[in-house]
């Protein structure tokens, strides 16, 4: 079994990365804790929590659970609803870079093709 494909592998590395992502915004000194918090949570729930093989209720509670912690602590603290919008800036980030490395690629091949089918044209 490739283990790329193991969902509890890439699950245990995405949760990883929040924890991680966490930890170094703390030890910094850093306030922006809750974007990398909820920043990385969200790309979990979107992209790994619907691969385990978890129950409905279970992936509806976790997700539940994610919208009332982003309430919770944008409304009850100092950051303020206003600022919720900060939970955004990791997904937009990591899924418009996906998209522009996948534009380039796009354009390399397009490139290739283009260079390929001139050198196959004889006078």
Known sequence: MDISLARWWTFSL???????????SLMLGQSKWPTFLFGF???LV????????????TK???YGAFLVSVLAVYGLT?????????VTYIPLIEFGLVGAI???FLLILWTISLVSETSQIKP
């Open 60 to 62: 509806r509670t976790i």
């Open 78 to 86: 100092e950051r303020g609803l206003g600022r919720i919008y900060e």
């Open 46 to 57: 979107l992209t790994q929590l619907h691969g385990l093989p978890v129950g409905i209720s």
């Open 102 to 104: 996948y534009l380039i």
């Open 41 to 43: 949570l969200g790309i």
């Open 14 to 24: 995405e949760i990883t990365v929040v924890l991680h992502s966490v930890v170094v």
